[in-house]
């Protein structure tokens, strides 16, 4: 009767994680996702902007909020 109410340990919901692995990888598949407009601008702009512009969207999702957004927008 007494182990019909034992409380099983809490196993953690998320799995250690390394995060700047987790950040990298992050980057990586986002740079995956936009690669055939990053290939079409890379042909019709100059490398750096091109650059630019994959670094300006992973700031845009990095700081989706309203404060980070204003930040970056003055």
Do not use: C, H, N
């Not at 007494?2 to 340990?9: A, F, N, V």
């Not at 890379?42 to 930040?71: E, H, M, N, S």
């Amino acid at each position: 009767m007494p182990t019909q109410y034992l409380i099983p340990p809490e196993v953690p919901q998320v799995p250690p994680y390394e995060a700047q692995q987790m950040a990298q990888g992050l980057a990586g598949d986002l740079a995956l996702f936009l690669f055939p407009l990053l290939v079409t601008l890379d042909r019709l702009l100059d490398k750096r902007l091109v650059r630019t512009f994959l670094q300006t969207i992973q700031v845009i999702l990095a700081y989706r909020d309203r404060v980070g957004g204003l930040l970056l927008s003055e």
